[in-house]
């Protein structure tokens, strides 16, 4: 596939986790806590299947493409941990108060590593003429609280989160309504992100652009089924 050159574009959409910043460095930690948090709640064997459903590698502390924790909402991921300590025995009631118990949210400041130079980054881009906006599957306040802390929220033109009540990827309505919003035409928009996911949606909306990059969840292959260009990073996306 050949894709235009940015210059060529308006908009340029990213996924957040795994491509803005390091997936593994907020969310691993996270489900490791609420696993061992689960486990000395109910027991019953609730960290192994906890790690099996959302599709985490504890040992080297992965988490796998195409898996829930890679790209499910907040909300789904928190009715599926339910689910699996039903499917343990333990009862709904107790379940859903043992989730609630243990449930907290990544610190979206001090966990969020970004991979590249972002302020460099988006002031280039903004420079070359593109607006930016963020598609992501997390939540709007821990979205905004990590743009926040890298000052990149001044940069950025658009977000839409997974509580913003859009339908989820690899559905493209995130893109649709980012566009709407910027008066942007889709055709002239670029989709970048680290999963499967992240570009289907960008091919769904009919995005001029669909760029995966290797810093997230994904290998090389998964993401050429998709890709027009496969990047090791964003920090590729201008050259230095």
């Not at 992100?193 to 009919?206: E, F, V």
């Not at 290797?214 to 990073?233: N, W, Y």
Request: glycine share 8%; hydrophobic share 50%; with cysteine.
């Amino acid at each position: 596939m050949i894709m235009p050159p940015l210059s060529s574009f308006s908009l340029i959409i990213f996924d957040k986790d795994g491509t803005l910043i390091d997936f593994d460095a907020m969310w691993a930690g996270w489900v490791i806590e609420l696993a061992d948090r689960l486990e000395k709640s109910v027991g019953s064997d609730a960290r192994a299947a906890v790690f099996r459903a959302l599709a985490f590698d504890p040992e080297r502390g992965r988490t796998l493409a195409g898996g829930p924790l890679a790209i499910y909402p907040m909300s789904a991921i928190r009715a599926l941990t339910v689910e699996t300590l039903e499917q343990l025995g333990v009862a709904p009631a107790q379940a859903a108060d043992a989730v609630a118990q243990a449930w907290h949210v990544p610190d979206p400041v001090a966990t969020a590593r970004p991979l590249t130079d972002l302020k460099k980054l988006f002031v280039g881009l903004r420079d070359r003429g593109l607006k930016i906006a963020i598609a992501t599957a997390d939540d709007r306040a821990s979205t905004k609280g990590t743009l926040d802390g890298l000052g990149l929220m001044t940069l950025v033109d658009e977000m839409v989160c997974a509580d913003d009540g859009v339908a989820p990827k690899p559905a493209p309505d995130k893109i649709f309504w980012v566009c709407q919003r910027l008066q942007i035409d889709p055709a002239r928009a670029v989709m970048v992100g680290d999963s499967l996911a992240d570009l289907q949606m960008g091919r769904n909306a009919g995005v001029g652009g669909v760029i995966g990059v290797l810093s997230g969840v994904s290998d090389r292959a998964t993401l050429e089924a998709e890709a027009d260009v496969v990047l090791g990073s964003v920090a590729e996306l201008i050259p230095a």
